[in-house]
């Protein structure tokens, strides 16, 4: 729903915490939930040494809506799907939410948002669809640490985010 991106968004921030560089993290330097080579993208340009710690909230607000929300067409989708579409968006990618929200309301799940998965999405049980690509978050992190052991320090703060933005998107159903 339009009017939840500073909501959704709020929760993002708080999820995402602020400057980390740590060397297993597949991200590398990070703030905010931004990474280096997200923001040098985003810039179109090479990012200066410091430059990351110097991000703030009201800078990366814009990527986030540019980059996430608008490519999961957030604004579109009913309240609580939206954040959690976009809460994973941030994590995997657009691409990747998309196809779950595809796969969680039973369509062909080709990654990309159109009128046929928004109808799907109009027609399904928000509660049903949430849980749905819950699960599939889930089963995405633990076959990432599958693939990756070097992962498993992630796990725990993934499954207890996927958790969170669960119990967060059932409370933002309208």
Known sequence: MKQNFDAAFAQIIKSEGGYVND?????????????KKAWSEYLGRPIADGEMRALTVDTVKPFYKKLYWDKVHGDDLPGGLD????????????????????????????????????GAVAKADPKHA????????????????????????FIKGWLARVDHVQQTAETMFA
């Open 130 to 153: 949430l849980d749905q690509f819950s699960a599939a978050k889930e089963s995405f992190y633990k076959g990432l640490v599958d693939r990756d052991p070097s992962q498993v320090k």
């Open 83 to 118: 954040y959690a579409v976009f809460d994973f968006a941030v994590n995997a990618g657009p691409g990747r939410a998309a196809k779950f929200l595809q796969q969680a309301v039973g369509v062909t799940a080709d990654g990309a948002i159109g009128p046929g998965t928004m």
């Open 23 to 35: 060397p297993h993290d597949h991200g590398g330097e990070t703030n905010l939930g931004v990474t």
